[in-house]
């Protein structure tokens, strides 16, 4: 299990087969080379992680990161990420809620790693890794893409660059684009 990387996030809806995940304990996405997995500890952490659900990278068909307006008196906004799948034919969206004080960071990280764990999975589908070609751009690795990726958005929320530069940049940094 290399490049694994946590995120504290709570399961917020949409797969056909998950109608809820009990609140009680500690939740996590899990995102590997190979899969993402939603865990779950047992209450006050006993038991180990149990994979409540996965998702292969190629399923995964497209990810957002959205916010709404948290509850009456709040004064914040709720992150989330929503990831579409295609799974045996059935498409679906499943809604991860950030939680915690550094959810816009977590928010943003976990939206790269999906979109990353994405290109590659297309790039090795479409044999480009295979070719030396990555996804990410000649050379990078994962650790750096996501830095890059972690440093644009500072910009965007600082007000350096406008929505229409994040995305342009954004894409240049995962797929290679110009």
Same mark, same amino acid.
């Given at each position: 299990?290399?490049?694994?990387?946590?995120?504290?996030?709570?399961?917020?809806?949409?797969?056909?087969?998950?109608?809820?995940?009990?609140?009680?304990?500690?939740?996590?996405? /899990?995102?590997?080379?190979?899969?993402?997995?939603?865990?779950?500890?047992?209450?006050?952490?006993?038991?180990?992680?149990?994979?409540? /659900?996965?998702?292969?990278?190629?399923?995964?068909?497209?990810?957002?990161?959205?916010?709404?307006?948290?509850?009456?008196?709040?004064?914040?906004?709720?992150? /989330?990420?929503?990831?579409?799948?295609?799974?045996?034919?059935?498409?679906?969206?499943?809604?991860?809620?950030?939680?915690?004080?550094?959810?816009?960071?977590?928010?943003?990280?976990?939206?790269?790693?999906?979109?990353?764990?994405?290109?590659?999975?297309?790039?090795?589908?479409?044999?480009?890794?295979?070719?030396?070609?990555?996804?990410?751009?000649?050379?990078?690795?994962?650790?750096?893409?996501?830095?890059?990726?972690?440093?644009?958005?500072?910009?965007?929320?600082?007000?350096?660059?406008?929505?229409?530069?994040?995305?342009?940049?954004?894409?240049?940094?995962?797929?290679?684009?110009?």
């Amino acid at each position: 299990m290399t490049n694994a990387a946590e995120f504290r996030f709570l399961y917020a809806g949409g797969h056909p087969d998950i109608q809820s995940v009990p609140k009680s304990g500690s939740t996590k996405v /899990f995102v590997t080379d190979t899969e993402v997995s939603y865990r779950r500890k047992g209450i006050f952490g006993g038991g180990g992680w149990q994979t409540v /659900f996965s998702i292969e990278p190629m399923e995964i068909v497209e990810v957002r990161q959205t916010s709404h307006a948290s509850g009456a008196g709040a004064g914040g906004n709720d992150q /989330f990420i929503e990831v579409d799948i295609q799974h045996n034919g059935v498409k679906f969206v499943i809604r991860f809620k950030a939680i915690g004080m550094s959810q816009q960071k977590d928010a943003f990280s976990l939206y790269s790693a999906l979109n990353t764990l994405r290109a590659k999975a297309r790039a090795m589908s479409d044999g480009e890794l295979k070719s030396g070609v990555s996804p990410t751009g000649p050379g990078s690795n994962p650790d750096d893409t996501l830095e890059r990726l972690e440093r644009l958005a500072v910009l965007k929320a600082q007000g350096i660059l406008s929505e229409e530069e994040f995305i342009k940049q954004k894409d240049r940094i995962i797929f290679g684009k110009s």
